[in-house]
């Protein structure tokens, strides 16, 4: 069965440096979301992005992030400088089209750690 | 603005008795309603999802959700619980924006807990 598959499974980084979590959507998907989840808190959107562009964006995603999909099969999030606050579960997610109503499929999730 | 509220943190049962965890959700319009799951270690996954079609609907592992609009709640029910359904549950609300991108708007998150 096609999935989402994430990496690093968990990143731990000093405050300040820049991190980038990978994301391989499945293919013949064209949505692509990330989504955070602070331990003990909600799961939170972060951002969507669909034609190489970011369709919507959350109060969250502020400019120390940004998104990339490189080629034709990545689909990067990466935080410029990290904040302790930025620790987190991140989830990368992607969606076939909008016929599908929100079924999206994730990933298992990138734990980051920042010190 | 649509959203969800998870009426219980924690829920446990014993083996082979009912589960039920409660959903109730916050609508201007008709939603999308979904139950995800998330096992330790491991992602989201979809249980099951209403559309606007049945209101009764079925899911994966024996799960099934009943939307009812007079009651903004879209519960979720399994008649028999097994040690594999110990997870956290998560009911969400589909936030259609312009041009329908499909942003999820997640509920705080049920952990379940199954007792042999």
């Known amino acids: 069965e096609p999935e989402v598959t994430q990496t690093p499974s968990h990143q731990v980084t000093q405050m300040g440096q820049e991190v980038i979590l990978r994301c391989v959507p499945i293919?013949?998907?064209?949505?692509f979301y990330w989504y955070r989840q602070i331990l003990g808190q909600k799961v939170e959107f972060l951002v969507s992005f669909y034609n190489n562009e970011i369709s919507e964006k959350s109060e969250i995603f502020d400019d120390q992030f940004s998104v990339e999909r490189p080629d034709g099969s990545n689909f990067t999030l990466k935080i410029r400088s990290t904040k302790l606050e930025d620790s987190a579960m991140y989830f990368c997610a992607s969606l076939r089209d909008r016929g599908t109503a929100g079924e999206l499929f994730f990933g298992e999730g990138s734990r980051l750690t920042v010190l | 603005a649509q959203s969800v509220t998870q009426l219980d943190s924690h829920v446990s049962v014993s083996e082979g008795t009912p589960v039920l965890l409660r959903c109730n959700y916050s609508?201007?319009?008709?939603?999308?309603l979904f139950w995800y799951v998330q096992h330790p270690n491991k992602g989201l996954q979809l249980l099951l999802k209403?559309?606007?079609?049945?209101?009764l609907v079925k899911g994966i592992n024996g799960f099934e959700a009943e939307f009812k609009k007079s009651e903004t709640s879209f519960h979720l029910t399994k008649p028999s619980a097994h040690m594999s359904d110990a997870a956290e549950y998560f009911c969400v609300v589909s936030g259609a924006i312009s041009g329908g991108y499909n942003k999820l708007i997640f509920g705080a998150g049920t952990r379940l807990a199954v007792h042999p």
């Open positions: 293919s013949n998907h064209l949505y």
């Open positions: 609508s201007s319009y008709s939603p999308s």
């Open positions: 209403y559309t606007s079609a049945a209101t």
